[in-house]
């Protein structure tokens, strides 16, 4: 579903530009994807790659990550939206088991300094990427919890977990 005309959406994009955060796990160069993987990190741990794609459609293309417990995985999203950033950004955020999902989002409406991680609640979160806007790509690594269970994973953009982004990471 397109809301804009592609003019608009230029326009849009042009007053948008918002700055590309530069955290660790975010290419310093947004207009480059690098072309190849990157290199291995130093001390190369034995991370599993997971790709994983969001769009316009508000919806993962994966719904359940398998993972084995303790083990580590790199989660590499890629927006394949067309949507300006300010308007439909994507994440990956995995929640503790226990924690109040429609709280997490209710909360996080009103989080977007802090890439829509709620302060308040950022103790609920196992791990959570940056934000993605159209053609950008966001990753993270981390350990899966030793404990076998069902870890539920979102997008917290506003309105996203709401319309389906979501899913379930099974570890066992
Ligand atoms: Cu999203």
Redesign the pocket.
């Known amino acids: 579903m397109k809301l804009l005309t592609p003019a608009c959406l230029t326009i849009a994009l042009a007053l948008v530009t918002v700055p590309v955060h530069a955290t660790a796990q975010t290419p310093a160069k947004p207009a480059a994807k690098p072309a190849a993987k990157a290199a291995t990190k130093s001390g190369s741990s034995a991370a599993r790659t997971i790709e994983i794609t969001?769009g316009d459609t508000?919806k993962f293309d994966k719904t359940t990550i398998a993972a084995r417990p303790g083990e580590t995985l790199h989660v590499v999203l890629k927006n394949t939206g067309t949507m300006p950033k300010a308007a439909?950004?994507?994440?990956f955020v995995v929640l503790k088991p226990g924690t109040d999902q429609v709280a997490f989002n209710n909360a996080a409406f009103n989080a977007r300094e802090t890439d829509f991680i709620p302060p308040a609640m950022k103790d609920a979160v196992i791990t959570s990427t940056g934000l993605a806007g159209p053609g950008e790509t966001v990753e993270t690594t981390f350990k899966v919890p030793a404990k076998p269970g069902r870890y539920a994973f979102l997008?917290t953009?506003p309105g996203?977990f709401a319309l389906g982004?979501r899913g379930t990471l099974v570890v066992k």
């Open positions: 969001g508000m439909a950004a994507h994440n997008c953009f996203h982004m």
